[in-house]
């Protein structure tokens, strides 16, 4: 999962990038390999990390008892501020601008056994980032429009829901089911769907930054607003911190923000410091920037 729309790789210049492990005493900061020069990482699923450092993406690969740089291949020198904002399995997504042509592209890379490759992103008839990945979807938002990507048998293609456009920046699959978060007009929104047809939920906060799923159930959150699915509707719940990332293992919901760590068993919080700006997490890891 992650949080946010594509941020220029020159907001990489006063920032070192931060991951923290998850073992029997909870999450603990970990080192990190330099890039060099100044990085972040926006999201991470294991065994990969992705960001930008101030020139260009960054993927980092966790080889069982460190991080390693993971080769990228050549991008566009057109590219600029490219950085990767979403992983999931062996694709990462993000998104750049392009000085040629004036406009924002989509980055799209895959993971084979040769290492990463670009492929190349389908044309929804406007520009366009990506923003999230899980499963074979990914989400994004156009200049204009909302952008949601399908992979089928034949590679990916849109999957445009109906209704105003939406900046999608989280997504969250589960079977048959769909759920991305964004926002319109700076008010959180929530799509869903079911194979068959698209249902939209305003939320009533701010942008859905994040989502993740937890005892079978996917879970929201807009800054201190955790949104829980109940299968008929969105329950409220309020986080004790504002949540940039959330993940969850079958004991626990994680929830991290600026500088803590929250852990929710379904009854109490448990929060705790934990230094870092913490902007993507899974199971194992948490990954921001410090």
């Known amino acids: 999962m992650n949080v946010g729309g594509p941020v220029r790789a020159a907001e990489t210049r006063t920032v070192k990038g931060a991951a923290a492990r998850r073992d029997v005493r909870d999450f603990q900061r970990t080192s ?111 200049f204009p429009g909302t952008v949601v990507l399908h992979r089928g048998p034949r590679g990916w293609a849109p999957a445009t829901p109906p209704g105003p456009a939406v900046r999608l920046l989280s997504v969250a699959a589960l079977d048959r089911y769909l759920w991305a978060g964004g926002e319109r007009d700076r008010e959180g929104v929530l799509l869903s769907f079911d194979g068959r047809s698209w249902n939209e939920r305003r939320t009533k906060t701010g942008p859905v930054t994040t989502l993740a799923l937890w005892r079978g159930r996917p879970w929201a959150a807009a800054g201190r607003t955790l949104l829980e699915w109940t299968g008929r509707r969105w329950a409220r719940h309020r986080a004790p911190l504002s949540v940039n990332a959330l993940t969850a293992t079958p004991a626990a919901l994680y929830a991290a923000g600026a500088g803590e760590l929250g852990v929710y068993d379904g009854r109490y919080w448990n929060v705790r410091p934990l230094p870092g700006t913490w902007l993507g997490a899974d199971p194992s890891w948490l990954v921001g920037s410090a």
Do not use: I, Q
């Open 32 to 142: 990190l390999p330099d890039p060099g020069g100044d990085f972040l990482l926006r999201a991470v699923c294991a065994p990969y990390a992705v960001g930008a450092t101030g020139t260009g993406p960054l993927v980092l690969v966790w080889n069982g008892t460190l991080w390693e740089n993971d080769p990228l291949p050549a991008l566009d020198a057109a590219l600029d501020g490219a950085m990767l904002t979403a992983v999931a399995g062996r694709v990462a997504v993000g998104g750049a601008f392009d000085r040629l042509r004036g406009r924002e592209v989509p980055l799209l890379l895959r993971r084979a056994a040769e290492g990463w490759t670009e492929e190349k992103p389908p044309n929804t008839g406007s520009p366009y980032v990506l923003t999230g990945v899980h499963g074979r979807w990914a989400v994004g938002h156009g």
